[in-house]
């Protein structure tokens, strides 16, 4: 059902997106079930992995839940990544045979990539555990590029200037980049929020896991660790069934396009960005990112 759901999805194009709420775009499908995603009943135990898209979501979504098995990853190798960690804008309300989220046993793991004040309340109320990972803007715009290129339910990119135009604007899917990890940070220490960089867990991934252990109150020991970093390393995921989307048939990702599991590099945005490009991202960047911000790194 999930994929039948993802299948009558319409493709739209890029300036059809609906400005949603408070000038964050949406497509469609998640402006439908606004009032629904509004009203979501977070439990306190659910932990919620919390993105802009393309910053590492699937990642840390096998991270978190290793770590929370307490290193086990047997659990994780039956079930899809998408079932384990259910998309929260995505997951149909009842009576819609969900299985997902509504019917899923504690302690459920979710994915979003809700800017932080467009959270459904109860997440806050119920005081949830939150993972926040951020990745540099510039290779969170180049896989993002990428992904609307094979993902055939997101808008039509265009050629990659005029993606990049519509990243830097904010008129993509979930809004500006800027926003959406201005507005996590300024919350992290506010609420039970755990805030990750990607570029961190690629330098040191034993370091951000053991904060991961920390945050969600799990011991591991150094095999566990070390098998965690193993299950997760770029190339497992991207050979494994569970965690590389290839459950998902060509009409929705279309993977000899861009595959999923794509490069997973820092710095990866020197291949695409021109001079001009660079220049022009550097100048708004300066203007858009206060001092008081997160910092990035742009390579390693
Ligand atoms: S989504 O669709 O928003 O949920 O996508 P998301 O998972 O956030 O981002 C996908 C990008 O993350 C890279 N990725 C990884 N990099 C390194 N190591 C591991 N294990 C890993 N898993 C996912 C993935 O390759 C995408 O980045 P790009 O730059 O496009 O390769």
Redesign the pocket.
Known sequence: WFIESLQSMKRISLEELVDGVGGVCFVPSVMERWRELQEFQARPDDTLIA????????????MVDVVRRGGDISGCLQIPSMMRAP?LELNPPPPFPSGQLHNQPSPRLI?T?LPFHLLPPSFVDQNCKMVY?A?NAK??A???F??HRM?KKLPEPGDWNQFFDSFLTGQVAWGSWFDHVTGWWKEKNNHRILYLF?ED??ENPAREIAKLSNFLSKKLDREAVDRIIEH???????QNPM?N?SLLPANIFDQSV????????VG?WKNMFTVAQNERFEKEYRQLMSDRGPSFRMEL
């Open positions: 993105t802009f898209p393309k910053a590492g979501t699937s990642w840390a979504i096998e998309f994915k990539h990972v990745r290779d969170t180049v896989s993002y990428h992904f993902n990607f867990i690629k997760t390393s770029f190339k497992n995921m991207k965690t989307f861009s595959p999923f599991m794509r490069k997973g590099e990866d």
